[in-house]
T-cell receptor, first 117, second 111 residues
Framework: DTGVSQNPRHKITKRGQNVTFRCDPI?????LYWYRQTLGQGPEFLTY????????KSRLLSDRFSAERPKGSFSTLEIQRTEQGDSAMYLC???????????????FGNGTRLTVT | QQPVQSPQAVILREGEDAVINCSSS?????VHWYRQKHGEAPVFLMI?????EQKGHDKISASFNEKKQQSSLYLTASQLSYSGTYFC????????????FGKGTMLLVSP
């Protein structure tokens, strides 16, 4: 178990640029989540996948955000035309959900810190 | 609906006890507890199900009061390693696939 891996650890970009983050979950986990965390706040749900299917997206998620999980393995999160308000820590988590999803612990990665200037 | 955590921050001396509460206005099925140290990922502590279950993990335990829709995390004889921010995450039913996290409670244990 090598844990959840996220790359890059830090990303600084100028407003209007596109950025892409990568998450490699624990290999046997079937669910993968993206969360966003800002200073002094808890993780905020963005979207999640079960295998390769994206099953839920937050209603708060802008159309500028898109996520993929091809082949049900790693996932990418892309933010287009970044804005200063996108500056945050983007956390990826995975879990092995068998039946009752709400009973499965989340294993978080160390996150990608995005700074939009 | 985001759960409400209290207190926002706690400062303890090593060996003292603390209680962190997590309340929801909605009926809950499960409550997760996580601890996050500065600059690190949140780490899973435990899950509680409705039914007033109490669980323990070393000197950290938790309970779930279904009537009050509240969970409490108990840290007994705190150690320096307990320092960090504690988050509760709630789920409304058994099939609910996403957690809604509170804003966190910062715990600082000093020598």
């Amino acid at each position: 178990d090598t844990g959840v891996s996220q790359n890059p650890r830090h990303k600084i970009t100028k407003r209007g640029q596109n950025v892409t983050f990568r998450c490699d979950p624990i290999s046997e986990h079937n669910r993968l989540y993206w969360y966003r965390q800002t200073l002094g706040q808890g993780p905020e749900f963005l979207t999640y996948f079960q295998n390769e299917a994206q099953l839920e997206k937050s209603r708060l998620l802008s159309d500028r955000f898109s996520a993929e999980r091809p082949k049900g393995s790693f996932s990418t999160l892309e933010i287009q035309r970044t804005e200063q308000g996108d500056s945050a820590m983007y956390l990826c988590a995975s879990s092995l959900a068998l039946g009752q999803g709400s009973l499965s612990p989340l294993h978080f990665g160390n996150g990608t810190r995005l700074t939009v200037t | 609906q985001q759960p409400v955590q209290s207190p926002q921050a706690v400062i303890l001396r090593e060996g003292e006890d603390a209680v962190i509460n997590c309340s929801s206005s909605k009926a809950l099925y499960s409550v997760h507890w996580y601890r996050q140290k500065h600059g690190e990922a949140p780490v899973f502590l435990m899950i509680l199900l409705k039914g007033g279950e109490q669980k323990g993990h070393d000197k950290i335990s938790a309970s779930f009061n279904e009537k009050k829709q509240q969970s409490s995390l108990y840290l007994t004889a705190s150690q320096l390693s307990y320092s960090g921010t504690y988050f509760c995450g709630t789920a409304a039913d058994s099939g609910y696939s996403t957690l809604t996290f509170g804003k966190g409670t910062m715990l600082l244990v000093s020598p």
